[in-house]
């Protein structure tokens, strides 16, 4: 029998894994840390998920070698930890398997994409991005979503008839530069949005750093050969409107925290869940002056998270740019 392979026990690998072990395919979920992995295993909760029972169909281990047996592989492990357990474990996963990404981000110093450290590091193969608005606590509750998959005609059909249901709808795509750099730069824009909120600008403020953040996230797409067409899609506009307006999006909380008074680097070390925007802003800055473009949105939350940059500070700066033509 067909088996995917999810590898990555946060909240949205499971989540993925969850659903699709209940529709009936044969699902194994791949932890790096062999305690927490014994735990979800026997207690068939995640404590990111609220309320939801893992499958007794989902097989959930820390065993590389249950790699040998898969003929799919999502990828759900945090972007700057992406590298090294590809590293680890390229030597288990047979060369034909494709690997599809569920992860958002770039990575710092490389300035790489997911699917493009996955290329480095586990050799030719098929290789795919899945993204789109998707908060694994609503996923995994049964609730409605779209993602987009974007690669090859031959493996985006594979990720459709494992993973397409009547509760997860998802389209294609062969644009997977633009669906990896909205996925992750949709996380910068959110940290600000959730500065916003933190500093109670309102809803006018707030809906125009989500206008301007697209227009960032297409400027950059633009620059790298991305469809544009794709930042209207899934993976662009619907993925920054759920990530900077749900009270669930880790991105989000941590841009209201700074706003309120927190530190970003205490914040960054305490938190349960994995920030992405934190990092990416850093990345996308850098891959923008490579290919010579502006992220100013981007730029004023790097400098709010590395540099200590006040909030009020960082907003003056934004607002007294220079007036210019709106750009699409």
């Given amino acids: 029998?067909?088996?995917?392979?999810?590898?990555?026990?946060?909240?949205?690998?499971?989540?993925?894994?969850?659903?699709?072990?209940?529709?009936?395919?044969?699902?194994?979920?791949?932890?790096?840390?062999?305690?927490?992995?014994?735990?979800?295993?026997?207690?068939?909760?995640?404590?990111?998920?609220?309320?939801?029972?893992?499958?007794?169909?989902?097989?959930?281990?820390?065993?590389?070698?249950?790699?040998?047996?898969?003929?799919?592989?999502?990828?759900?492990?945090?972007?700057?930890?992406?590298?090294?357990?590809?590293?680890?474990?390229?030597?288990?996963?047979?060369?034909?398997?494709?690997?599809?990404?569920?992860?958002?981000?770039?990575?710092?110093?490389?300035?790489?994409?997911?699917?493009?450290?996955?290329?480095?590091?586990?050799?030719?193969?098929?290789?795919?991005?899945?993204?789109?608005?998707?908060?694994?606590?609503?996923?995994?509750?049964?609730?409605?979503?779209?993602?987009?998959a974007a690669g090859a005609e031959a493996l985006t059909a594979l990720l459709v008839k494992r993973l397409h249901s009547p509760r997860m709808r998802l389209y294609t795509s062969t644009d997977l530069t633009g669906v990896e750099l909205g996925g992750a730069l949709k996380n910068v824009i959110a940290i600000a949005a959730g500065i916003c909120d933190g500093l109670k600008l309102g809803d006018n403020t707030k809906a125009a750093i989500i206008t301007r953040g697209l227009a960032e996230i297409r400027r950059l797409g633009r620059a790298l050969g991305a469809n544009d067409a794709t930042f209207a899609g899934m993976a662009g506009i619907g993925d920054l409107l759920t990530s900077c307006y749900s009270p669930l999006g880790r991105n989000r909380g941590l841009g209201q925290a700074i706003a309120e008074g927190r530190d970003p680097q205490t914040l960054l070390d305490g938190r349960s869940g994995v920030a992405e925007g934190a990092w990416t802003c850093r990345a996308a800055i850098d891959l923008a002056a490579r290919v010579g473009c502006e992220l100013p949105i981007a730029s004023q939350v790097a400098n709010v998270i590395w540099a200590a940059t006040p909030v009020h500070t960082a907003m003056e700066k934004l607002l007294s740019r220079a007036p210019k033509e709106e750009d699409a």
Avoid at 20 to 25: I, L, N, S, T
Avoid at 83 to 95: D, G, K, S
Avoid at 110 to 124: T, W
């Fill in 1 to 148: 029998m067909p088996l995917t392979a999810v590898v990555g026990t946060g909240a949205w690998g499971t989540a993925i894994a969850t659903l699709a072990a209940r529709d009936g395919e044969s699902v194994t979920l791949l932890g790096r840390d062999p305690q927490k992995t014994a735990g979800l295993a026997t207690s068939r909760h995640h404590p990111s998920l609220p309320g939801v029972v893992l499958p007794p169909g989902l097989t959930i281990t820390s065993d590389v070698g249950a790699l040998r047996a898969a003929d799919l592989v999502l990828w759900a492990v945090p972007t700057q930890s992406t590298r090294a357990l590809a590293r680890t474990l390229a030597p288990h996963l047979p060369a034909a398997v494709p690997v599809a990404s569920l992860s958002k981000g770039l990575e710092q110093g490389s300035l790489a994409r997911v699917s493009e450290i996955l290329a480095s590091e586990l050799g030719d193969r098929p290789l795919a991005a899945i993204s789109g608005p998707s908060m694994a606590e609503e996923c995994a509750a049964g609730r409605p979503f779209c993602l987009v």
